[in-house]
T-cell receptor, first 114, second 111 residues
Framework: KAGVTQTPRYLIKTRGQQVTLSCSPI?????VSWYQQTPGQGLQFLFE???????NKGNFPGRFSGRQFSNSRSEMNVSTLELGDSALYLC?????????????FGSGTRLTVV | TQLLEQSPQFLSIQEGENLTVYCNSS?????LQWYRQEPGEGPVLLVT?????EVKKLKRLTFQFGDARKDSSLHITAAQPGDTGLYLC???????????FGKGTRLHILP
């Protein structure tokens, strides 16, 4: 059973650019959540999608957006990148909409903004 | 807003020693999850506990959920270098309908 796949693993971008990250959940999982992880703040919730609908959103500016496709694959986009957006972006999938029985995480995308 | 506090933040001990790390919540957990994250990887779910007072064992790891469901501990017996990582606790579904995480305990086991 394939795990959660995130691409790319590493990205270096320049301030002001935009970036798109991709996540393929475990087959059969319809819920995908995104988190930003930094040393100072830990894991911060970005948003959750279930059956192509955004169920919940964290306290991030509108530069952060996402979507989910009919095959449950999800993408997140960050526009007008800032230095503070440098972080590990983690995608997690689960059977239930809120991951109450636990998440399966991908290995993450390490984004560096210079 | 619910806050999860984990202690200690950092712990470095010798192989073979025992250790305990803690997770405390400002409000009652819906369900408590523990994860371990190794460098360069995403967190991996270790256990989910729901019932107050519940104890679960996973080989050398013992997870205890407080009776009031506001605190938890993770005890590792005879730590090994493979136990090195960031240990995170999470509330499976808080009142804001999302999973929130503590900042973790970074554990380093010295061979």
């Amino acid at each position: 059973k394939a795990g959660v796949t995130q691409t790319p693993r590493y990205l270096i971008k320049t301030r002001g650019q935009q970036v798109t990250l991709s996540c393929s959940p475990i087959s059969g999982h319809r819920s995908v959540s995104w988190y930003q992880q930094t040393p100072g703040q830990g894991l911060q919730f970005l948003f959750e999608y279930f059956s192509e609908t955004q169920r919940n959103k964290g306290n991030f500016p509108g530069r952060f957006s996402g979507r989910q496709f009919s095959n449950s694959r999800s993408e997140m986009n960050v526009s007008t990148l800032e230095l503070g957006d440098s972080a590990l972006y983690l995608c997690a999938s689960s059977l239930t909409p809120w991951g109450g029985v636990g998440y399966t995480f991908g290995s993450g995308t390490r984004l560096t903004v210079v | 807003t619910q806050l999860l506090e984990q202690s200690p933040q950092f712990l470095s001990i010798q192989e073979g020693e025992n250790l305990t790390v803690y997770c405390n919540s400002s409000s009652v957990f819906s369900s408590l999850q523990w994860y371990r994250q190794e460098p360069g990887e995403g967190p991996v779910l270790l256990v989910t506990v729901v019932t107050g007072g519940e104890v679960k064992k996973l080989k050398r790891l013992t997870f205890q959920f407080g009776d009031a469901r506001k605190d938890s501990s993770l005890h590792i017996t005879a730590a090994q270098p493979g136990d090195t990582g960031l240990y995170l606790c999470a509330d499976g579904r808080n009142r804001d309908d999302k999973i929130i995480f503590g900042k973790g305990t970074r554990l380093h086991i010295l061979p």
